[in-house]
């Protein structure tokens, strides 16, 4: 069912706790699943320097929470943002279909970590598509 990447992620996740002096953090969940992914990054220079994660959720959702940060850590904010769900899915020799939202997750956690970190810059993270924070008049979180 799962990849010897998906295994070797839960297993022995990298990058798992609150990160100290993170200057960006972000956090999405999915009421139906259960599923809540914390991101922690310190970026400097708009270069994330480092990151990690807290995770509730299932094996997969600990797993793409991994190579999520395992992805784009030492990228630039730029590059970060090109990172996809599927990209986290095919890293990780991919995932069962009725898991691939975990990846979707991963995906949406890094976006609103930098979201995060923009915000705290003055700038405004809608101008590149991200969450602007404002959920009331927001669709895309609610699918």
Same mark, same amino acid.
């Given at each position: ?26 956090? &999405?969940?999915? %009421?139906?699943?259960?599923?809540? =992914?914390?991101?922690?990054?310190? $970026? @400097? ?16 959702? &600990?797993?793409? %929470?991994?190579?999520?940060?395992? =992805?784009?850590?030492?990228?630039? $904010? @730029? ?33 609103s970590a930098i979201a995060d970190y923009m915000r705290s810059q003055g700038k405004d993270p809608g101008t590149l598509g991200l969450c ?12």
């Open positions: 069912m799962y990849s010897e990447k998906v295994l070797d992620h839960f297993s022995n996740p990298r990058n798992v706790g609150e990160l100290e002096g993170a200057n960006a953090v972000g956090q &999405v969940g999915n %009421s139906k699943c259960g599923d809540i =992914m914390k991101i922690y990054m310190k $970026i @400097e220079n708009d270069i994330i320097v480092d990151c990690s994660f807290k995770t509730f959720g299932c094996g997969a959702a &600990v797993a793409t %929470s991994s190579m999520a940060t395992e =992805m784009v850590k030492g990228k630039t $904010i @730029e590059e970060a943002l090109t990172l996809t769900n599927k990209a986290v899915a095919e890293a990780l020799d991919g995932l069962p279909p009725e898991k691939l939202h975990c990846s979707v997750l991963a995906e949406e956690a890094i976006k602007d924070g404002n959920c009331e008049n927001c669709c895309a979180h609610n699918k």
